[in-house]
């Protein structure tokens, strides 16, 4: 694997975890956590809606809607059983949703 891939992944999982609260009013379904998670990628990266649809979607697909919801995000790294799901995500995102890795290294 390239390291620019590496490394654009890595960041794009810490801008994930640096996401609020991925929960819309108290509603947890998966279509608000989804919006919320897309909302917060296009507004912390930059990404354009198709992008972060992609990106919040294989979010929901490696971590699960009720994991997402329940992430403390002000925890300095994400809960040990989530990493592996988290950075699989991540990296399928800039691999697969077209996301320039340089957009994610700030």
């Known amino acids: 694997m390239r390291r620019a891939t590496r490394t654009a992944a890595a960041v794009a999982l810490l801008a994930v975890l640096t996401l609020p609260a991925c929960s819309s009013g108290g509603d947890d379904s998966p279509e608000a956590v989804r919006a919320d998670l897309s909302d917060e990628l296009q507004e912390q990266l930059g990404l ?3 992008q972060a649809d992609c990106f919040a979607d294989l979010l929901i697909e490696e971590v ?4 997402l919801a329940d992430i403390d995000v002000s925890a300095a790294e994400p ?13 399928a995102a800039v691999e697969e949703c077209d ?3 340089s957009a994610l290294a700030g």
Do not use: N
Request: proline residues 9%; negative net charge; hydrophobic residues 35%.
């Open 99 to 101: 996301i320039d890795a």
């Open 64 to 67: 699960g809607t009720d994991e």
């Open 79 to 91: 809960p040990e059983g989530l990493q592996p799901e988290l950075a699989a995500a991540s990296l």
């Open 48 to 50: 354009d809606d198709e």
